[in-house]
């Protein structure tokens, strides 16, 4: 059974970091894109960044485009998001997937975490 468990959420002020941790077991994504999405209260799910299953390709939403770093490491089966001068819209649920296909829909990606909170306050 594959499960995404996403570690290292919180709660940091403005202009703080986090670093965000997707674990995944059950089966070896090595071959799969991964990507990160995010939703906050009331809002729709937004894309945040996504990586080739290789990591020689990245891409990232306009709003944390030179603040966030997408990685990953193959051997540990882990995404990791590394967020820089966080900002209070960056508010939200954060929550890691695995799929495919390269893509910022995040329909295309069949599995998906729960999700870890991020809070950014003023």
């Known amino acids: 059974q594959v499960q995404l468990v996403e570690s290292g959420g919180g709660s940091v002020q403005a202009g703080g970091s986090l670093r965000l941790s997707c674990a995944a077991s059950g089966r070896t994504f090595s071959n799969y894109a991964a990507a990160w999405f995010r939703q906050a209260p009331g809002k729709e799910r937004e894309f945040v960044a996504n990586?080739?299953?290789?990591?020689?390709?990245?891409l990232y939403a306009d709003s944390v485009k030179g603040r966030f770093t997408i990685s990953r490491d193959n051997a540990k089966n882990t995404v990791y998001l590394q967020m820089n001068n966080l900002k209070p819209e960056d508010t939200a649920n954060y929550y890691c997937?695995?799929?495919?296909?390269?893509?910022?829909?995040?329909?295309?990606?069949?599995?998906r975490g729960q999700g870890t909170q991020v809070t950014v306050s003023s």
């Open positions: 990586i080739r299953g290789n990591g020689d390709s990245t």
């Open positions: 997937a695995f799929g495919i296909i390269y893509s910022r829909d995040y329909r295309v990606y069949p599995y």
